[in-house]
């Protein structure tokens, strides 16, 4: 089964500033989907932002967009002007062709005012 | 309005019983799954459904069981096998259109073993 690894447990960052979350995966696929979910206090999992595998441009959805790497097996989320309403848990997550789906461990995102 | 439902929000189970956990999707998604989300931890798949009447183990299936008689549900049975079954699960779906693929998830149910 493919593995997805998010190496940071924990980051904080300053209103206002911008913050880079890594994500890697492991897959012998070529047709795949790749997404950065948020998790805020409440628990319901919200889809911050999705990208194609097939699609060398990066993704982007207002201040978040992603750094797609596929040799790399790399899918970092950078969010700018960081506000406080960012603060959650964030999931990367993988998504094969038979809709087999898992997820990273998480970053804890910290924004501070 | 569409969406994921399941029920209850909180459940409380005796240890050696069996429980079960209802999730239902009017989205008309092909794709469902139930995941397992422990404190501080990401979320670790049960099992997953492409189609009625089919579906797949994930990492952690041991303990658990599910059914996909109807497009739109598809319960998760804790059974008394799973050792540590306390925890919070999500239900998902998800969405193949081109372009458009995307996961929705239900609010969850947390599950504690008295």
């Known amino acids: 089964a493919q593995t997805v690894t998010q190496s940071q447990p924990e980051m904080s960052v300053q209103?206002?500033?911008t913050?880079?979350?890594s994500c890697t995966y492991d897959t012998s696929e070529n047709n795949y989907y790749l997404f950065w979910y948020k998790q805020p206090p409440s628990r319901q999992m919200i889809l911050v932002i999705r990208q194609e595998a097939y699609k060398q441009q990066n993704a982007t959805e207002n201040r978040f967009s992603v750094n797609f790497q596929k040799a790399a097996k790399s899918f970092s989320l950078k969010i700018s002007d960081s506000q406080l309403g960012d603060t959650a848990m964030y999931f990367c997550a993988f998504m094969k062709a038979d809709n087999d789906m898992r997820f990273g461990a998480g970053t804890r995102l910290t924004v501070k005012p | 309005d569409g969406g994921i439902t399941q029920s209850p929000k909180y459940l409380f189970r005796k240890e050696g019983q069996n429980v079960t956990?209802?999730?239902?999707q009017n989205l008309n998604h092909d794709a469902m799954?139930?995941?397992?989300?422990d404190p501080g931890q990401g979320l670790r798949l049960i099992y997953y459904s492409q189609i009625v009447n089919d579906f797949q183990k994930g990492d952690i299936a041991e303990g658990y069981s599910v059914s996909r008689e109807k497009k739109e549900s598809f319960p998760l049975t804790v059974t008394s096998a799973q050792k540590n079954p306390t925890a919070f699960y999500l239900c998902a779906s998800a969405?193949?259109?081109?372009?458009?693929?995307?996961a929705f998830f239900g609010q969850g149910?947390?599950?504690?073993?008295?």
């Open chain 1, 15 to 17: 209103e206002a500033e």
């Open chain 2, 33 to 37: 799954y139930w995941y397992r989300q």
């Open chain 1, 19 to 21: 913050v880079t979350l």
């Open chain 2, 109 to 114: 149910t947390r599950l504690t073993v008295v």
């Open chain 2, 95 to 102: 969405s193949e259109a081109p372009g458009d693929t995307e």
């Open chain 2, 21 to 24: 956990l209802s999730c239902e």
